[in-house]
Each structure stands twice: as C-alpha cells, then as structure tokens.
C-alpha cells in the first residue's frame, strides 16, 4: 500500500494551472500530460482535468494544423477579475439611480397625503 494521498479534482486543476503559470508557454496535449504527471498527476486524468479546465475558461485551447495547443497566462485570469469587478461597480450604481429614482417618487406620492388635522387616526379608531 502507498503511503501517497490521493489528489482531489480541484487539487489537480491548480497542479495543472501551475504548469502553464510558471512557464508561461504554449503546450501541445502530449507536452502538458508529461509536465503534469511529472507535477504528480495521474497522466490517465490529465485530458479531462484540461478539458475542465478549458470549460472554465482558464485555460485556451487552439487548433492549428492537425494539432491542438494549450496555453494560460497569469493575466488573464487577473484581467477578467479586473473586468468583473468594473462590471459590479457600474451595477451598484445604476441600482444607487434607481434607489434614489423610487425615493424621490415615494415623497412626491407622500407630499399630498399628509394627516393635518388627525382625521384619519379618528376614524379609524
């Protein structure tokens, strides 16, 4: 029996993520399945653990020719939390408007139906 622990998906996804990261290079799927095992991934998982990642959208996958390569940048990944957090500041403001839009219409209903002379307390009771 050996004494290895066995690798979780997410685990083996940043042990893959970390190949491209650190050499920042393009890789064709035999390159990236020898660099993973190396890293500790069992080679038979490598392609599906690619593929995940490339439906993730952290890794690229281009074919050219009768091959197909691989590559993630570091940026990349930082880009597009840089797009999405612009994203939720235009949206925190355009709902601010609205909030401010719903609160100015709230008082002008509000204006006119003050309770001067406490009728209605009155009536109610």
């Known amino acids: 029996m050996s004494g290895k622990k066995r690798m979780s998906a997410g685990e083996k996804q940043k042990c893959i993520l970390s190949v491209y990261h650190k ?6 799927e035999k390159e990236i399945i020898s660099l993973a095992t190396k890293a500790g991934v069992n080679g038979n998982t490598v392609q599906a653990i690619n593929q995940s990642l490339i439906d993730d959208d952290l890794v690229d996958k281009e074919k050219i020719g009768g ?47 003050e309770d001067e002379g406490g009728d209605r307390a009155n009536k109610m009771a």
Do not use: M
């Open 67 to 113: 091959s197909n390569y691989f590559w993630s940048f570091p940026g990349k990944q930082d880009r597009k939390l840089q797009i999405e957090h612009e994203e939720t500041l235009n949206d925190i403001e355009s709902i601010k408007e609205k909030i401010s839009e719903a609160n100015s219409k709230l008082a002008d209903a509000k204006r006119g139906r």
């Open 23 to 28: 050499t920042k290079l393009v890789y064709t």
